[in-house]
């Protein structure tokens, strides 16, 4: 079955760097685009970046265009978000999806960026 494991979350302060990892399994890989959504407190999940089932295209949300970028490794089964100058509004849980028949979910990486 697809599974989606999130790792690389964690506390950082404002304008520091986190490199979020999702480690695929259950499904061809290489053939699916992949995306990371996030979810803050009281808030509705949004997408935060897209990338294509190649790596050739990405899409990035408003919010973290210029601070974002969404890579992946075929060979490994691995999505990643390198995300730099981080603010307190980044905040959330972030999540790995793929849609595969269906969305599917990882578990979340809680990002927390705070002094």
């Known amino acids: 079955q697809v599974q989606l494991v999130e790792s690389g979350g964690g506390l950082v302060q404002p304008g520091g760097s986190l490199r979020l990892s999702c480690a695929a399994s259950?499904?061809?890989?290489?053939?699916?685009?992949m995306g990371w959504f996030r979810q803050a407190p009281g808030k509705e999940r949004e997408l935060v970046a897209r990338i294509s089932n190649t790596g050739g295209s990405t899409y990035y949300a408003d919010s973290m265009k210029g601070r974002a970028t969404i890579s992946r490794d075929n060979a490994k089964n691995t999505v990643f978000l390198q995300m730099n100058s981080l603010e307190p509004e980044d905040t959330a849980v972030y999540y790995c999806?793929?849609?595969?028949?269906?969305?599917?979910w990882g578990q979340g990486t809680q990002v927390t960026v705070s002094s």
């Open positions: 999806n793929v849609y595969v028949t269906r969305d599917y």
């Open positions: 259950g499904f061809i890989f290489s053939r699916y685009f």
